[in-house]
């Protein structure tokens, strides 16, 4: 029972229990968001106040080593911006919606998130993968009155369900191959010859395909743009990269300690190549940034496992580093749309016609994320897909890499169209946009924090880099 | 920090000044924005007097940056980028003050994207380090990419996303180019992107041609090479003139540096491989381009079709790999910058002026305008060559260099100089003689001071670099006979053990390299080497 293992989760409870005493106690819901915004921080405070020590727990169920601790920050990262976009949602019919329940909603998944980075047996990982996607099913349907949201949670839940069982029958056939659900064990019987076992060959894939399922990984996408486009923004934007950030840390684990042998690279190579394609051709037509922004997540979830197919920890890192940099710019371009979207209209490429000249602050912080997105130096974009491809063609991926720049070149159409929409069209000011002129203050500090992280990570990513990487040593 | 720093710097950072520069101060943009390309002209005139030719890359700078992936910041200029420099920092400012009254809107947006095109080109030109040469060479996309499409003519957004798109297809592949090669000059030890130490790489002659490839597509887009130029006309002729400067002007450029500085001497092999490639693109670049110049009926159309012809020279004068070629080429883009340059800036003027570009709408305009006339004709006859003037010198040697490989192909191009003093001098006579058959004609007014003193001195240039180009020669000359020791000493080390018929010694003797008094005499080279190295493998 060593609870310094799970200290930032036992702060990130409390915070539920706190936020919801808050709202009955207090009136007005302004301030939960940055009450849970706080508690974000301070959980992060204890990940790096512990950052060195490894603190293994609960007969080793969990290992909070400095992989967990790297990727928890990333979590958080992704989950304070997505606190923050919510926090400052102004109009009428959001205020309703992100209340206490809102946030502490968010705070259990984030709590779920964090056990599939530290836990060491797979039990802990469907006991984390659980906590995260329930609070989501919930915020995804978060829009009581509307139709598209109850749609959203609707498929969101019973597609999750289906990953669920997935991992459940994957689970259950490595156990029966190896007859352990630690990854230590999972790892000793491998190198001992289970991965000769058919068992073992069909529960690893369909533990992958679980996962896979979470971050919408081609073929397992097809949720992803209608959830999107029905849940509430605030949700999208925690969506977009937290569980993305959790789901691939788990599967950075799994492969480099349990599956260790499995060519389980084959499995990773097949869904990056479609999802680039898939997520890349698709975004071509859309107008909607919502649904913009869902295929661009398919696509960088292709880039990112790109990464994957390189086994070992420099391939490793340069992944981390990735879904740092992807956190900041993917949540920021969707704080830019929860502010341009009203209760009737959503946010689409002639909302942000002539934005330059309406909202000059909020076009420019899109127009950094859209450079980002395409990577375009000098932004975090090109930094990681940089640093994932390097490692990707030192593994000997070059047919994987020239398809991946291929349709990057591709995506460099659809994100300009968003910019050339912004600079270059004429602004429709029977439009309304319900981001007074001023600003707000919240929302301001999440599309300044974002943008300096993006063009911070991208020009000089080696303190960065050298984190994540050395993060991935504790793995091999 | 050094010079080097300061003139990548400097404008970027005066770009951000203005970006968040109070609303409505008008004035102080643009005295902002001339005040800082001036201190940045003169700065760069640093280089000019403390060059000294031959010491090879000389104001280096060498910074750790991500030392996980072997990048520097590292920074030097030699004989090759010398002069691009100052070209860049040169039409920046006369880009600037020709803006004054062309411009009205979005002027913060305006100066700051001209003054972070100068960062972006000049950190290109200046970059020994792979990596950040990639960076500056992509990222200067950005600025030129809202000078189009917000400044810019009615078909604006097609034609900067066209020119973004073109340009990002090539690049990718030449990142995964770049890539591989970092990770072949790692070893045991881990990579290094320092372009000094991939001089020193012996890269596999199987991979030559691939990797050569995927650096000179990115480069034959930028260039424009035919088949690779249609971008150009429509970027051209959308982008506000002194968009149009800076990308005929030092843009265009980056592409042919990119072969000199990168192609060519990293993999001399694929070099050889795509030569006969090359050289037929470039002679079908210069008479297609010229016969296309002649059908336009539009001014400025007209002058960019004339860029796909001039710069398909640069890359003739590249082919011809000897000394004599490579200095003519190197200085015809020179040439190119600054007379390209001053005739979009009078293409400009005269829009200004009529709010058309139309040839047909002009007419017997001499005796109104008279000085404008006068310098349209100087830069007129420098673009055909005169002697004379700049394109003289320039196209004479690079004619001369391609006539000792090629003669044939040479042949052939230098009918395209009879093309091009057609269509130059028959827009003249179009244009400024004959009678006057719109009335609006008569009534244009002249050049103002502001708007002479842009072009004087690219004037003043035109005529020194015809006359008197030693000082320009003397400074390119050691460089390139290091780069062409570079290009041609690898394919003999590698073509020799393998036992196949050495391809030089096979055939028939070939003339000896010319020694023109224009070029400083070789210093390093052994001249037994010269007929043999001059055509390796060539034919």
Known sequence: MNFASIAPEIILTAGVLLVMVWEITTSGRQNLGYLTALIIIAAGAMVIGQYDRVEVGFSGMVQADRFGHFFRLIIYLGALLATMAAASSWHGEARGVFGAEFFSLLLVSVIGMDLLVIGANLIVVFLGLEILSLPLYAMAAGRTQSDTAVEAGAKYFLTGAFASGFLLFGIALVYGATGAFTFEGIGNAVSRGAQLDPLMWIGGVLLLVGFLFKIAAVPFHSWAPDVYTGAPTPTVAFFAAAPKAAAVGLLLRLTLTALVDLPMETVFWVVAWLSMFVGNLWALRQRDLKRLLAYSGIAHIGYVLVGLCAKGSAAAGAVGFYLMGYAAMTVGAFAVVCALETKERAATLETVAGLGRRRPGIAAALTIFMFALTGIPPTVGFAGKFAVFSEALKAGNLGLVIWAVMFSAVSVYYYLRVVVAMWMWPADESIPLPVPRGGIAGFGAVLILASILTLLLGIYPQPFLKIASESLFWLL | MGILSFLIFFPALIGVLLLVWPNGRLKQVRSLATVASAIQFIASL????????????????????????????????????????????????????????????????????????????????????????????????????????????????????????????????????IIWTYQYSGGATGGTFNLFDWYGLTIPTAAQPWLFAAFALAFAIKVPMFPFHTWLPDAHVQAPAAGSVMLAGVLLKLGTYGFLRFAVPLFPLGFEYFADTLWILAVIGIVYGAIMTLIQDDIKSLVAYSSVSHLGFVILGMMALNIVGATGSLLQQVNHGISTGALFLLVGMIYERRHTRKIADYGGIFAVVPVFSIAFLIVALSSIGLPGTNGFVGEFLILLGAFYTRPWLAGISALAIILAAGYMLWLVRRVFFGPIVHTVNETIRDLSKRELATLIPLLILIIWIGVYPKPFLDRIGPDLQTWLAKARSQQMIQTAPQNEPAPAAARKATPPRPDSTLVPPPENETPSRDGVAMVGGFE
Not at chain 2, 70 to 79: K, S
Not at chain 2, 102 to 109: A, E, H, M, V
Not at chain 2, 138 to 164: C, D, H, N, S
């Open chain 2, 46 to 177: 640093w280089l000019w007097f403390g060059f000294v030719p031959g010491n090879g890359f000389q104001f280096t700078e060498s910074v750790d940056w991500i030392t996980r992936y072997g990048i520097g910041y590292r920074v030097g200029v030699d004989g090759i980028s010398l002069l691009l420099v100052l070209l860049t920092t040169l039409l920046t400012i006369i880009s600037v003050v020709s803006s004054y009254s062309s411009i009205q809107t979005g002027l913060k947006g305006y100066y700051a994207s001209l003054l972070f095109l100068e960062t972006g080109v000049i950190g290109a030109f200046v970059a020994t380090d792979v990596f950040l040469f990639y960076v500056f060479w992509e990222a200067m996309l950005i600025p030129m990419y809202f000078l189009i499409g917000i400044w810019g003519g009615e078909r604006r957004i097609y034609a900067t996303v066209k020119f973004v798109l073109y340009t990002m297809a090539g690049s990718l592949l030449m990142l995964v180019a």
